[in-house]
């Protein structure tokens, strides 16, 4: 029996239901693969999966992006919640990164190797807000006019979860946090050819800044244009959780945000980042200065070698 797909009324995004994710035979993955590479964003309503069955679900898409300690089987806490039950407070590490998030971005673009895809299911939902947005970036760059287009095609900019982190106004105590690393920051291009679909987009985010061969300012500006001309009807879903939801969405071609909510309410959600493919988003890294004042041996060994 084929699956239900109904379109969402945006440029991205389908609701899939009659399908369980728990019993997945090759020809419903097929469907709802082809859905995922069209639409962008493929929500499962009521799926409610347990940590192993959204891991097993996740290896549908490729390998699973290794996050860090907290991450078991495929799946990683996306939460404000810590284990004694109680919220963090916006003095605490995770509190600031949960809020970074409410800028649009596209995940792990701060990594020499970016995400593919990405998904969140709902344990908790606060009262009102927490929502996730998204945003289709196929869409946005078709609607960007010829000469905008060619201005783009040849242009790279830096990703680096240190520079979006202190833009938010977030100042971080420690480098202990998974996007926090000395490897350099990635060089990416602004637009980005889909390695299945071959369709392209714009691909920039809250992590991208300095535009080699920019003045730094005229490059902000530039990036800061770009997204919030992006980021608008009819190329937005916002999704409102319920208790579980599955969210899939493609990291190639949509960016996403969260958005705010009363923080004294805790909001849990299970997160899975599917790694991307080595031929198409790893990319060359170079010297991050906002990184040197957490790695001081590293910014030694650079001014050392200068
Ligand atoms: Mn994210």
Same mark, same amino acid.
């Given at each position: 029996m084929s699956v239900t797909i109904t379109l969402i009324d945006a440029t991205l995004g389908a609701v899939v239901t009659d399908?369980?994710?728990k019993q997945l035979d090759d020809p419903t993955w097929g469907e709802i693969h082809t859905a995922f590479l069209e639409y962008g964003v493929l929500v499962f309503p009521g799926?409610?999966?347990s940590d192993d069955e959204q891991g097993e679900f996740a290896l549908h898409f490729g390998a699973i992006e290794k996050l860090g300690p907290r991450q078991k089987k495929g799946v990683a806490p996306i939460s404000n919640q810590k284990a004694d039950g109680s919220v963090v407070r916006p003095d605490e590490e995770g509190y600031k990164l949960l809020r970074g998030n409410e800028g649009w971005h596209t995940d792990?673009?701060?990594?020499p190797l970016a995400s593919k895809a990405a998904m969140l299911s709902a344990l908790v939902v606060p009262p009102e807000g927490g929502e996730t947005g998204f945003a289709d970036m196929r869409a946005a760059y078709d609607e960007l006019d010829d000469t905008l287009k060619e201005k783009l095609e040849p242009l790279s900019a830096y990703h680096s979860l240190y520079y979006s982190q202190e833009k938010a106004g977030y100042q971080h105590?420690? @480098?202990?946090?998974?996007?926090?690393? @000395?490897?350099g920051a990635p060089l990416r291009h602004v637009i980005k050819t889909h390695p299945e679909t071959g369709r392209k987009s714009l691909y920039t985010g809250r992590?991208?800044?300095?535009?080699?061969?920019? @003045?730094p300012a005229e490059s902000d500006a530039l990036l800061s244009t770009l997204l919030e001309e992006a980021c608008q009807p009819p190329r937005l879903y916002r999704h409102a959780w319920e208790v579980g939801d599955l969210v899939v969405w493609d990291n190639r071609c949509v960016m996403h945000c969260a958005c705010s909510y009363d923080t004294q309410y805790p909001r849990v959600l299970r997160g899975s980042r599917i790694a991307g493919e080595v031929a198409t988003e790893l990319a060359p890294t170079f010297e991050d200065e906002r990184a040197a004042a957490f790695h001081p041996t590293t910014s030694n060994a650079s001014r050392l070698a200068r």
């Amino acid at each position: 029996m084929s699956v239900t797909i109904t379109l969402i009324d945006a440029t991205l995004g389908a609701v899939v239901t009659d399908v369980s994710l728990k019993q997945l035979d090759d020809p419903t993955w097929g469907e709802i693969h082809t859905a995922f590479l069209e639409y962008g964003v493929l929500v499962f309503p009521g799926q409610h999966l347990s940590d192993d069955e959204q891991g097993e679900f996740a290896l549908h898409f490729g390998a699973i992006e290794k996050l860090g300690p907290r991450q078991k089987k495929g799946v990683a806490p996306i939460s404000n919640q810590k284990a004694d039950g109680s919220v963090v407070r916006p003095d605490e590490e995770g509190y600031k990164l949960l809020r970074g998030n409410e800028g649009w971005h596209t995940d792990s673009t701060y990594m020499p190797l970016a995400s593919k895809a990405a998904m969140l299911s709902a344990l908790v939902v606060p009262p009102e807000g927490g929502e996730t947005g998204f945003a289709d970036m196929r869409a946005a760059y078709d609607e960007l006019d010829d000469t905008l287009k060619e201005k783009l095609e040849p242009l790279s900019a830096y990703h680096s979860l240190y520079y979006s982190q202190e833009k938010a106004g977030y100042q971080h105590n420690t @480098d202990h946090l998974y996007g926090f690393h @000395d490897k350099g920051a990635p060089l990416r291009h602004v637009i980005k050819t889909h390695p299945e679909t071959g369709r392209k987009s714009l691909y920039t985010g809250r992590h991208a800044y300095g535009i080699p061969g920019m @003045d730094p300012a005229e490059s902000d500006a530039l990036l800061s244009t770009l997204l919030e001309e992006a980021c608008q009807p009819p190329r937005l879903y916002r999704h409102a959780w319920e208790v579980g939801d599955l969210v899939v969405w493609d990291n190639r071609c949509v960016m996403h945000c969260a958005c705010s909510y009363d923080t004294q309410y805790p909001r849990v959600l299970r997160g899975s980042r599917i790694a991307g493919e080595v031929a198409t988003e790893l990319a060359p890294t170079f010297e991050d200065e906002r990184a040197a004042a957490f790695h001081p041996t590293t910014s030694n060994a650079s001014r050392l070698a200068r």
